[in-house]
């Protein structure tokens, strides 16, 4: 089946430092790929997307490329903020779905913690 | 604004007591879905809906129960026979097609004892 394997947390940065989250998949075919982003209290925001080998989904300073020869979707940025400090989930969308069912496998999420 | 809506935030239960959660959304997505998030285990699939009346089990179906009876609407009940029911329970949504992103709600956090 299916599965999303990030790094375990937390990780710990100070503020400006660059960040990289791992994250890589097992699946059939050509998934999509998702980055959400889970504030304290709150529900999962989409961060990126990409949805074809060698996408780069970028969003608020942060970037993921899809990497199919080594099923990685890395999430980057340069230079973290205190805002950062969120939990972080990768997740894929496979190819082939019944309908317009979306079977998305989420990674186990990596939180993330930015110190002034 | 476009969104989900769940409610309560905070719910409190006895055990033995059936609960129901609320989850309503304005973005006109015929797809609707709840997960359960418990603390290193990411998200876990209960139960998932692609249209009106039609709704089917997920990963972890046991013990909770659904409908589907409004494009808008997706309740969830945890029923006394979930054996482990304290948990984040987060509703989300999205459009047809493996592209499309979830849209989440806040979560109800369920606390049973």
Known sequence: ?116 | DGGITQSPKYLFRKEGQNVTLSCEQNLNHDAMYWYRQDPGQGLRLIYYSQIVNDFQKGDIAEGYSVSREKKESFPLTVTSAQKNPTAFYLCASSQTGYNSPLHFGNGTRLTVT
Not at chain 1, 97 to 110: A, C, D, E, L, W
């Open chain 1, 1 to 116: 089946g299916n599965s999303v394997t990030q790094m375990e947390g937390p990780v710990t940065l100070s503020e400006e430092a660059f960040l990289t989250i791992n994250c890589t998949y097992t699946a059939t075919g050509y998934p999509s790929l998702f980055w959400y982003v889970q504030y304290p209290g709150e529900g999962l925001q989409l961060l990126l997307k990409a949805t074809k080998a060698d996408d780069k989904g970028s969003n608020k300073g942060f970037e993921a490329t899809y990497r199919k020869e080594t099923t990685s979707f890395h999430l980057e940025k340069g230079s973290v903020q205190v805002s950062d400090s969120a939990v972080y989930f990768c997740a894929l969308s496979p190819q082939l779905n019944s309908g317009g069912y979306q079977k998305v496998t989420f990674g186990t999420g990596t939180k993330l913690q930015v110190i002034p």
